[in-house]
Nanobody, 115 residues
C-alpha cells in the first residue's frame, strides 16, 4: 500500500515562514494537495497540484503560499509565507484522481503560529 508522510511543521512567529514536505510512496499520484484543519473547524482545502506542475490555491492562502512538486522524489512541498494566527492548524497531505485529491491522506503535521 502507498503512504503519505508529512514533515516540517512547528512553531513560528506571526509574519514568518515555514516549508512543509510530503513524501509519497507505493504509487504515483497525478493529483496531490494540501488541506488543513484548525481546532473546532472543518477541514479546509489549501492547494492542489498536478504532476505537470499546474497548481490551484484557496483564496485564503493565495499570494502567500506556494505548492510545488518534485516528481523524481515523489514529493510535494508547501512554502508558507506571511503566516498569521489564522493559519494555525494541522496540515494534511492528500492524493487522488482529480483536483480534490481527497482519496488518500497523510497523518498530518502541526503548524502553530504565535504572536
Amino acid at each position: 500500500q502507498g503512504q503519505l508522510v508529512e514533515s516540517g511543521g512547528g512553531l513560528v512567529q506571526s509574519g514568518g515562514s515555514l516549508r512543509l514536505s510530503c513524501v509519497a510512496s507505493g504509487r504515483f499520484w497525478v493529483f496531490m494537495a494540501w488541506y488543513r484543519q484548525a481546532p473546532g473547524k472543518q477541514r479546509e482545502w489549501v492547494a492542489s497540484i498536478i504532476s505537470g506542475g499546474t497548481s490551484k490555491y484557496s483564496d485564503s492562502v493565495r499570494d502567500r503560499f506556494v505548492i510545488s512538486r518534485d516528481n523524481a522524489k515523489n514529493t510535494i512541498y508547501l512554502q508558507m509565507n506571511k503566516l498569521n494566527l489564522e493559519d494555525t492548524a494541522v496540515y494534511y497531505c492528500s492524493a487522488g484522481m482529480n483536483w480534490d485529491a481527497d482519496e488518500f491522506w497523510g497523518r498530518g503535521t502541526q503548524v502553530t503560529v504565535s504572536s
